[in-house]
């Protein structure tokens, strides 16, 4: 079945550092990927996506490009501020019986340190 | 538009008791689902729905009944509460049930059984 790889973390970055969260997936068919973050007592909301592969999702100064080859979409941005202390998620969506099916990673808990 | 709304925010229950979790969207989406998040697993599917008098188990749906009466709610209920579904619980809804498509997550219910 679909997976989805991410280290829990935390990560503890001091501002304006440069930050990569890994992300690896496995699937059968031909995946939408997302990343999602979650501020502190909040729900998820979708940060950026990508639809195909070599597609580029961007939001908020975060990154992420959708790799076929290395099943990977990892998330860069290249100077955090505290306010980008949360936890994040990358996911992936599948249809699965013509319906979707989502599948989370466990989430990586990013701290940004003035 | 309020989005994703869950009621209540914060509950505890003792262990045998039963309650009702409630999720409305007012974005005429046909997809719905309740997700569990628990420390080191990240999100998991409990129950979802793709319109209204449809509904299907998740990964983790043991506990746990759902129904869809109207387009807008999607009630969760726990039939007899045991200390392992102390968890934060998240209602997600999305438009027609495309795999390409974001999920919009509600605010999302602490539960406590003791």
């Known amino acids: 079945g679909d997976s989805v790889t991410q280290m829990e973390g935390p990560v503890t970055l001091s501002e304006e550092a440069f930050l990569t969260i890994n992300c690896t997936y496995t699937?059968?068919?031909?995946?939408?990927l997302f990343w999602y973050v979650q501020y502190p007592g909040e729900g998820l909301q979708l940060l950026l996506k990508?639809?195909?592969?070599?597609d580029k999702g961007s939001n908020k100064g975060f990154e992420a490009t959708y790799r076929k080859e290395t099943t990977s979409f990892h998330l860069e941005k290249g100077s955090v501020q505290v306010s980008d202390s949360a936890v994040y998620f990358c996911?992936?969506?599948?249809?699965?019986?013509?319906?979707?099916?989502?599948?989370f990673g466990i989430g990586t808990k990013l701290q940004v340190i003035p | 538009n309020a989005g994703v709304t869950q009621t209540p925010k914060f509950q505890v229950l003792k262990t045998g008791q039963s309650m009702t979790l409630q999720c409305a969207q007012d974005m005429n989406h046909e997809y719905m689902s309740w997700y569990r998040q628990d420390p080191g697993m990240g999100l998991r599917l409990i129950h979802y729905?793709?319109?209204?008098?449809?509904?299907d188990q998740g990964e983790v749906p043991n506990g746990y009944n759902v129904s869809r009466s109207t387009t807008e709610d999607f009630p969760l209920r726990l039939l007899s509460a045991a200390p392992s579904q102390t968890s934060v619980y998240f209602c997600?809804?999305?438009?027609?049930?495309?795999?390409?498509?974001?999920?919009?997550f509600g605010p999302g219910t602490r539960l406590l059984v003791l």
């Open positions: 997600a809804s999305s438009s027609p049930p495309r795999w390409r498509e974001t999920q919009y």
């Open positions: 699937a059968t068919g031909y995946p939408s």
């Open positions: 729905s793709v319109g209204a008098g449809i509904t």
């Open positions: 996911a992936l969506s599948d249809q699965e019986g013509g319906y979707q099916k989502v599948t």
């Open positions: 990508a639809t195909k592969a070599d």
